[in-house]
């Protein structure tokens, strides 16, 4: 039995960012059977290059052009029915995964079964070093489903899931920054169980851009619609529907500014 890994890059991403990501993937103490590269519309011709690079030394990479980018949810779904593995392994293409992380999950998830996903912590860093934080997560399914009532129970770029699984719920959607949380929601609805190995498995790269990208009317918007959902699917009752409403509009309208000082001092550990 092996796995695969899931990427999706479009033409905007970083060159450098993407050699150094599939250095990490291609550098594991345990190698996929495949990697299944999703090319998200038109990419430029630097990313082009830096993916034939690695495709004349790494046959397992593989890739499939979409002629148009249909963005992260669609092109994901579209990845995930590619992968010829039930384990599935996600990976960023501007992050970089510590030198154990495939073997540390892949034995996890055959010595547990009935798990369906499991994550685990991130490591956050900038360019400029201004940036070097930890992102912690709960460990136990009990926890998990409380956290995941107000907030994303999964760093994304650090799960490892059953392909069978996630298609039985509907796979991913198109649901713009919200994509995974909404798969994890439809999931933990169903009672699929969760596990978050508590050691960093992924380095991941942030920008100045990314808190003022989390608030914002449309942000604000879909994500109430997110909640909708949990509610209509009993993931959440009445009172944390409200609860979990009130939330969300309060971190979506505010200034950029103030909710980099609440991830910072409240939801992240600097290290």
């Not at 999706?8 to 495949?34: A, D, G, H, I, R």
């Not at 073997?103 to 499991?118: G, N, S």
């Not at 959902?229 to 529907?241: A, F, K, V």
């Amino acid at each position: 039995m092996s796995f695969s890994v899931l990427m999706s890059v479009y033409k905007k991403e970083n060159p450098n960012y993407l050699k150094e990501s599939l250095e990490s993937v291609f550098q594991q103490t345990m190698l996929p059977e495949e990697v299944i590269l999703m090319e998200d519309g038109p990419l430029t011709e630097e990313l082009y290059q830096i993916i034939e690079i690695f495709q004349k030394q790494y046959p397992q990479l593989h890739t499939h052009a979409l002629p148009q980018n249909v963005q992260l949810g669609r092109a994901l779904a579209q990845g995930v029915c590619l992968c010829n593995n039930e384990l599935v392994a996600r990976m960023d293409t501007d992050d970089v995964a510590v030198p154990n992380r495939f073997e540390i999950q892949f034995q996890y998830m055959l010595a547990h079964p009935k798990i369906t996903v499991t994550g685990g912590l991130m490591e956050e860093f900038s360019d400029d070093g201004s940036t070097h934080q930890r992102k912690e997560m709960p460990e136990l399914q009990k926890d998990i489903l409380t956290y995941a009532k107000l907030r994303n129970p999964l760093n994304h770029m650090t799960v490892m899931f059953r392909k069978s699984e996630v298609l039985k719920v509907g796979n991913y959607r198109h649901f713009p920054y919200l994509e995974d949380y909404d798969l994890w929601s439809r999931l933990l609805a169903q009672q699929a169980q969760f596990y978050n190995l508590q050691q960093v498995l992924v380095r991941t790269r942030v920008s100045p851009q990314v808190y003022s990208r989390r608030g914002g009317f449309s942000y604000c918007k879909n994500y109430l619609r997110l909640r909708k959902q949990q509610r209509e699917s009993g993931l959440l009752n009445l009172g944390e529907y409200l609860k979990a409403c009130i939330v969300t509009i309060g971190i979506t309208v505010i200034s950029g500014e103030f909710r980099e000082k609440i991830y910072k001092k409240y939801l992240r550990k600097r290290i």
